[in-house]
């Protein structure tokens, strides 16, 4: 069980968990957004152009297109530093392929992060490979390299297997609304001097049985589009992302509710346990409201437009009226045992919050 005294602290605890925002190119409002909040952003993350993640390749066009895409990226990082925010370059694929332990693979971190060091200090990598990680730990050890979400780390022992890999980790999006689980692995990253992280507006379904898939799927998407060589034919209406067959059935829209996300209200509880907040921005076409209600701590709008990934499939959800979550939603969602099948309270909020 949590301690009383880290129950105390998370509920006094005035510090601002700061973030740290996906970057996204020719995204409306990011560098203004950035400077009006540069004191509370901790710093920009983002993958290169073409590179294979789990959001998805960006940069996908080849050719004299993609070098006037990769020079709009090296002057928008220019911008960033001038601001006086730093870097972490992500490597988060789920899947590499045939590339997960090539010296091709760690050969283009390495220019990768020469060619990012000469525009932007890097601050951080955040990787999902453990070839990426511990080649890069034995080149340099002084590095600050981070597990991604994306490895699911959720308990302990799993910081234990990897405490010579990582220096820090985000942790497993379920865990986000278990204090007293978070609790035991902040004492474990004091105790073994690592830093830990929260993606505190990650939409996925709780538990979800796609998500490696979908992951894998996001990950591949450059073969079918950067390889001529190869004769690859997509599957007709091939289902990418079978999740969003759940959500377009009505009877399965409190699931939204039993998901895994924190409202900006409620991040303030959370700057005891955490370094940092990672905010899911990357693909998000509301930017800068969601850098605004995460760093004031407040949202008046509706909550899936904060929410990453609901914000392209608006017509599938309700409006969540931010503003109608009852006083003991926090209390509640904390200490969740997601035993939906007796409890109806998310249920009951939802027909408060949605329109």
């Not at 001038?82 to 789920?94: K, M, P, Q, W």
């Not at 590339?99 to 990598?125: C, F, G, M, P």
Request: proline share 3%; glycine share 6%.
């Amino acid at each position: 069980m949590l301690g009383f005294i880290d129950k105390l602290l998370s509920l006094i605890d005035d510090r601002k968990l700061k973030c740290e925002v996906g970057y996204q190119m020719d995204a409306e409002g990011l560098l203004p957004t950035l400077r009006k909040y540069a004191g509370q952003v901790a710093a920009v993350y983002f993958t290169m152009p073409c590179d294979p993640t789990y959001y998805g390749t960006w940069g996908k066009s080849m050719g004299e297109v993609w070098k006037v895409k990769i020079t709009r990226f090296m002057m928008d990082l220019d911008a960033i530093r001038e601001i006086g925010l730093s870097a972490i370059v992500c490597f988060d694929a789920s899947c590499y392929g045939a590339n997960y332990s090539s010296t091709a693979l760690v050969d283009h971190v390495v220019e990768t992060l020469q060619n990012v060091s000469k525009h932007i200090r890097i601050k951080a990598v955040t990787t999902s490979s453990f070839t990426i990680a511990e080649c890069l730990r034995k080149m340099d050890s002084t590095i600050k390299i981070r597990a991604s979400e994306e490895l699911h780390f959720m308990d302990i022992r799993q910081l234990d297997f990897t405490s010579d890999v990582f220096s820090g980790y985000y942790i497993g999006c379920e865990s986000a609304r278990d204090l007293a689980k978070i609790g035991q692995m902040r004492k474990w990253c004091d105790d073994n001097g690592k830093t830990l992280h929260i993606v505190p507006n990650n939409a996925c379904l709780y538990t979800c049985p796609y998500y490696i898939y979908h992951g894998n799927v996001q990950s591949h998407e450059q073969d079918f589009l950067l390889d001529s060589s190869k004769d690859i034919e997509r599957v007709e209406n091939a289902d990418t992302a079978p999740c969003e067959r759940i959500w377009t059935k009505p009877e399965n829209r409190v699931k939204m509710l039993q998901g895994m996300w924190i409202r900006p209200e409620d991040i303030r509880h959370y700057a005891y346990y955490f370094d940092s907040m990672r905010l899911g921005t990357r693909t998000s076409k509301n930017l800068p409201d969601i850098v605004k209600a995460y760093c004031e701590g407040r949202w008046d709008g509706n909550l899936c437009d904060i929410l990453e990934s609901m914000h392209d499939h608006s017509a599938l959800f309700p409006v969540l009226r931010n503003d109608r979550f009852p006083k003991d939603w926090f209390k509640k969602t904390s200490r969740c045992d997601h035993c939906c099948e007796t409890c109806h309270y998310c249920e009951d909020v939802l027909k408060k919050v949605s329109e």
